[in-house]
């Protein structure tokens, strides 16, 4: 999981806290024109893990809804211990 881009994000933050998109179920079916929808999913335990790992609690999560798209995300922010 350390070459997650929500690991490598974890490392580079300089402030209190950070956010990051993870792709909970992929889009199925045909991408639709003009964009490029999610078309793998993130195992989050592993990667929240990682996060923790580094010195962060978790403190919020919200689906987000992705327009005519089959895929469920999430907005995940943590605060440095």
Do not use: E
Request: proline share 11%; charged share 15%.
């Amino acid at each position: 999981m350390a070459d997650h881009p929500a690991v490598a994000a974890a490392r580079a933050a300089t402030g209190s806290m950070f956010q990051h998109v993870l792709v909970l179920t992929p889009h199925i079916g045909p991408q639709l024109p003009n964009r490029t929808l999610p078309t793998k999913a993130d195992d989050p335990t592993p990667i929240l893990s990682a996060v923790a790992d580094l010195g962060w609690d978790l403190v919020a999560a919200a689906p987000i809804p992705l327009a005519g798209s089959t895929a469920v995300t999430a907005m995940y922010v943590w605060r440095r211990r």
